[in-house]
């Protein structure tokens, strides 16, 4: 037997097994729309027993999965994030308001200035899994008040 017909073989099952997989993998997630926004307000508030309030707006047209506000905090380090909650979305194309509590831990977060990530997200249903799908992202120097 020939070399070239093993190699023959060799590449056509190669090229349907690489086939095959193509055919299995997920497809992407859809892009989100360009119209879609998430804000951060100003200040939050930090309560007496260490409950940390953010809040802003978002906006999403549309999806196909749900979809939610989540927000961190970070103050002394960068490297050091709290997330402060979730909320879920709406996506009807208004802009809404969005209001996460958390609580990181005693005395972990002071008055002052921190820094707050938003990020509206979906876990869109493409290719059988829920694969999150980032709609809108905002990142903002606020104020941490008491009360």
Not at 55 to 62: K, L, N, P, Q, V
Not at 90 to 113: I, R
Not at 116 to 130: F, K, N, Q
């Amino acid at each position: 037997m020939s070399v070239r017909p093993l190699l023959l073989r060799s590449a056509l099952a190669t090229a349907a097994g690489a086939a095959l997989f193509l055919l299995a993998a997920p497809a992407p997630p859809a892009s989100a729309d360009p119209s879609d926004t998430v804000t951060i307000g100003s200040v939050g508030r930090i309560a007496e027993d260490g409950t940390v309030t953010l809040s802003g707006t978002y906006r999403c047209a549309d999806s196909t999965g749900p979809v939610f506000v989540s927000s961190s905090v970070s103050q002394s380090s960068p490297l050091l994030r709290h997330g402060i909650g979730g909320t879920r979305a709406v996506c009807d194309g208004v802009e809404h308001t969005w209001e996460n509590t958390g609580k990181p831990g005693s005395d972990v977060l002071e008055p002052g200035q921190a820094h707050v990530e938003a990020t509206l997200m979906e876990l869109s249903p493409e290719g059988g899994l829920p694969l999150p799908l980032i709609h809108a992202a905002a990142w903002k120097d606020v104020t941490l008040t008491k009360g």
